[in-house]
C-alpha cells in the first residue's frame, strides 16, 4: 500500500545535528500515522517518536524528548526528524515506518517499513 525510503544519515560528532527523511510513494501519506524507529547492532529496535496524521500530535521516547522533533509534510510525502544534540548512543540504524490504525498507535501498530538509514555518532 505504501513504499517508504530513507535518506538523511550519515557520520556526525557529539553535540552536532542530521535531519533525516522518509520520502513515501503508493498510498496518500495523510492515511497513515508515522514513526521512527531505530536499531543499534546487538539490540533490538527500539521506538523513537510518532506523529499523526495531520502533524499535530506528536510523542516521543524519553532518551530522545527535547533533542529529537518529528515532523511531516503530507503535500510532499515526506516525514522528517530533526536530530540535534546528537550523542553516541544514538548511533544506529533508522527505521521510518507507517501504520494506518487509531491514535496513539501501540508498537505493534506499524505495517509498513523503509530499508533504513545510518547514523553515527562519533564521541
Known amino acids: 500500500q505504501v513504499q517508504l525510503v530513507e535518506s538523511g544519515g550519515g557520520l556526525v560528532q557529539a553535540g552536532g545535528s542530521l535531519r533525516l527523511s522518509c520520502a513515501a510513494s503508493g498510498r496518500t501519506l495523510s492515511y497513515y500515522n508515522m514513526a521512527w524507529f531505530r536499531q543499534a547492532p546487538g539490540k533490538e529496535r527500539a521506538f523513537v517518536g510518532a506523529v499523526s496524521r495531520s502533524g499535530g500530535l506528536t510523542y516521543y521516547a524519553d532518551s530522545v524528548k527535547g533533542r529529537f522533533t518529528i515532523s511531516r509534510d503530507n503535500a510532499k510525502n515526506t516525514v522528517y526528524l530533526q536530530m540535534n544534540s546528537l550523542k553516541p548512543e544514538d548511533t544506529a540504524l533508522y527505521y521510518c515506518?507507517?501504520?494506518?490504525?487509531?491514535?496513539?498507535?501501540?508498537?505493534?501498530?506499524?505495517?509498513?517499513w523503509g530499508q533504513g538509514t545510518q547514523v553515527t555518532v562519533s564521541s
Open positions: 515506518a507507517a501504520g494506518g490504525g487509531g491514535w496513539p498507535p501501540p508498537s505493534a501498530a506499524y505495517d509498513y
